[in-house]
């Protein structure tokens, strides 16, 4: 199916481990982004990315890190992950518009 | 750096009734602004864009905006709103024509009474 997907939908992880988060786009785009959603705070830029191997930190990158070594995937890596990560984080590619995938719930205990 | 300020949390009109959802900006140079609209548990979809030209902006299910440089401002408007637009509305602006990072405001919530 062509879009941005993401997985897993949901998650639930522990304090301290590490979890990653998928993100797969469909369309080529070269720019793809992560962000985070929190209530009162809106979407926050995690990482955004230019190209494949060219990554770049957004307005709240610490505790995360991105790859991209291919066109078509950004995973994002929580190495250590603690309970302030708990958030949905939506992925997303820049084609004529920014497009959203469906979100990730990520529930830190 | 840019920001966005949406001044309201929560709104709710009745069905049919007009609809102003209000976005003011801060940005140096000319802004790329942006009105998204999410659906509980959804990703965000665009309604509609403003890059140059003509300030009033037409947009998906019958939604505008106006872009106002004197009051920095990007408010979205619908004359008569149906129950499917309660939803949670964000305005974002842009940097650069390149990249479109995108800076988020928090968000309007709008409830619709049937």
């Known amino acids: 199916d062509a879009g941005i997907t993401q997985s897993p939908r949901y998650k639930i992880t522990e304090t301290g481990r590490q979890v990653t988060l998928m993100c797969h786009q469909t369309?080529?785009?070269?720019?793809m982004f992560w962000y985070r959603q929190d209530l009162g705070h809106g979407l926050r830029l995690i990482y955004y990315?230019?190209?494949?191997?060219?990554?770049d930190k957004g307005e709240v990158p610490d505790g995360y890190v991105v790859s991209r070594s291919k066109t078509e995937n950004f995973p994002l890596t929580l190495e250590s992950a603690t309970r302030s990560q708990t958030s949905v984080y939506f992925c997303?590619?820049?084609?004529?518009?920014?497009?959203f995938g469906p979100g990730t719930r990520l529930t830190v205990t | 750096a840019q920001s966005v300020t949406q001044p309201d949390i929560h709104i709710t009109v009745s069905e049919g009734a007009s609809l102003e959802l209000r976005c003011n900006y801060s940005?140096?140079?000319?802004?790329?602004l942006f009105w998204y609209v999410q659906s509980p548990g959804q990703g965000l979809q665009l309604l509609l864009k403003?890059?140059?030209?003509?300030?009033l902006v037409q947009g998906i299910k019958g939604f505008e905006a106006e872009f106002k440089r004197s009051q920095s401002s990007f408010n979205l408007r619908k004359p008569s709103v149906h129950w499917s637009d309660a939803a949670e509305y964000f305005c974002?602006?842009?940097?650069?024509?390149?990249?479109?990072?995108?800076?988020f405001g928090k968000g309007t919530k709008l409830s619709v009474i049937p």
């Open positions: 940005y140096g140079a000319t802004p790329y």
């Open positions: 974002a602006v842009g940097r650069g024509a390149g990249s479109y990072q995108l800076t």
């Open positions: 997303a590619s820049r084609g004529d518009e920014q497009y």
């Open positions: 403003y890059f140059s030209g003509d300030t």
């Open positions: 369309w080529s785009h070269s720019y």
């Open positions: 990315s230019a190209a494949a191997d060219i990554t």
